[in-house]
T-cell receptor, first 117, second 113 residues
Framework: AQKITQTQPGMFVQEKEAVTLDCTYD???????LFWYKQPSSGEMIFLIY??????QNATEGRYSLNFQKARKSANLVISASQLGDSAMYFC??????????????FGTGTRLTVIP | ETGVTQTPRHLVMGMTNKKSLKCEQH?????MYWYKQSAKKPLELMFV???????ENNSVPSRFSPECPNSSHLFLHLHTLQPEDSALYLC????????????FGPGTRLTVL
């Protein structure tokens, strides 16, 4: 079974509006971490935000926030006040466990976000 | 200077060629990674190195051979590749293998003819 599912291959949002990118995950490990990365057309993956499975509050980083719903196993990314530079591929990822050396990130297939002027 | 650099950015090779991908990180990190990104497939972790020792090998075919001569450099040696190996190969580094944030390079776009 896929560990990370992103059901939106593409999304469009008007500039200055907010957008939510969906991510669901599958794990039986009680300890895990959830990540969002942005990949512009230049290719590099840019870390955006992290949520630990034991974190009580939703993570926020500037215009990015992670809507963490543990019971539903979802970790949606919310981008507020979209900018043209936000157009990119967005990947959700998960790491299971906190063992030293265990750093296998499982990635979803990504969502291509296009911000419309 | 950017944190993680990769060369070459683009590579076209025949199935009988031998080539190497190079990754260099200028962040003082202890862990480095190779990922493969194929079209319409999730990013796949290939190898993890911690302090120049390989700590993870995710069932990667032997035609891919990694090398980590020091904590700043990581190579991926390619030999007798197949067309299905065409992909974007991304290098990343993190402070330690368990760190939350990985810093990625721009990738090498590999085409195998």
């Amino acid at each position: 079974a896929q560990k990370i599912t992103q059901t939106q291959p593409g999304m469009f949002v008007q500039e200055k509006e907010a957008v939510t990118l969906d991510c669901t995950y599958d794990t039986s490990d009680p300890s895990y971490g959830l990540f969002w990365y942005k990949q512009p057309s230049s290719g590099e993956m840019i870390f955006l935000i992290y949520q630990g499975s034991y974190d009580q509050q939703n993570a926020t980083e500037g215009r990015y926030s992670l809507n963490f719903q543990k019971a539903r196993k979802s970790a949606n990314l919310v981008i507020s006040a979209s900018q043209l530079g936000d157009s990119a591929m967005y990947f959700c990822a998960m790491r299971e466990g906190y063992q030293t050396g265990a750093n296998n990130l499982f990635f979803g297939t990504g969502t291509r976000l296009t911000v419309i002027p | 200077e950017t944190g993680v650099t990769q060369t070459p950015r683009h590579l076209v090779m025949g199935m009988t060629n031998k080539k190497s991908l190079k990754c260099e990180q200028h962040l003082g990190h202890n862990a480095m990674y190779w990922y493969k990104q194929s079209a319409k497939k999730p990013l796949e972790l290939m190898f993890v190195y911690s302090l120049e020792e390989r700590v993870e090998n995710n069932s990667v075919p032997s035609r891919f051979s990694p090398e980590c001569p020091n904590s700043s450099h990581l190579f991926l040696h390619l030999h007798t590749l197949q067309p299905e190996d065409s992909a974007l190969y991304l290098c990343a580094s993190s402070q330690d293998p368990g760190s939350n944030e990985q810093f990625f390079g721009p990738g090498t776009r590999l085409t195998v003819l």
